[in-house]
């Protein structure tokens, strides 16, 4: 079977950026797992990877537009200092976890004023040219659990469900 929307795939990857950084990677003998098609995949590598099968391995570049997006200024904003714990002592380069109207978002700290934080809502990789070295370890009919579950965790429902909605 070659990969195709609502298979079940599994690829060990290294993913790294123009500069060489290692920014990601499958543990040794943890592939990651995934079903194909509803968006658990940025956009360029899922279209790149269409059509392989177990055992293919490639090298592939996403571009910035079908990975995290280009960088936007306009997503760097001040946000009251409040609105942070007291407890931890606020620095440039600090990630924080928070929550928006799409679920989890990653809230870097640019800069710390006096009562507000310089907050940086971008996603960590926007703007980058994103390298993956890829090898599919296991390609399969998804089970109907896990076309529910990936539905639910990525509310596809409103698309018609994992049918390559790209939508999560």
Known sequence: MNI??????????KLTLDSGEVVDESEQGEPLGFLFGCGQLIPGLERQMTGMGVGDR?????????????????LVRPVP??????????????IFQGTGPHGPVAIRVKAVEDD????????????????????????RAATQGEIDAATQAHDCSEHGGCQGCGQH
Not at 58 to 74: I, Q
Not at 84 to 89: A, E, I, L, S, T
Not at 118 to 138: C, I, K, S, Y
């Open 58 to 74: 490639a090298e592939l570049t996403v571009e910035a537009e079908e990975g995290y997006g280009p960088y936007r200024d306009e």
């Open 116 to 139: 507000k934080v310089m907050a940086d809502f971008n996603h960590p990789l926007a703007g980058e040219r994103l390298h993956f070295e890829v090898t599919v370890t296991e390609v």
């Open 4 to 13: 195709q929307d609502n298979a079940f795939v599994a690829i060990d990857y």
């Open 81 to 94: 200092k409040e609105s942070f714990p007291d407890d931890v002592p606020l620095q440039p380069g600090m």
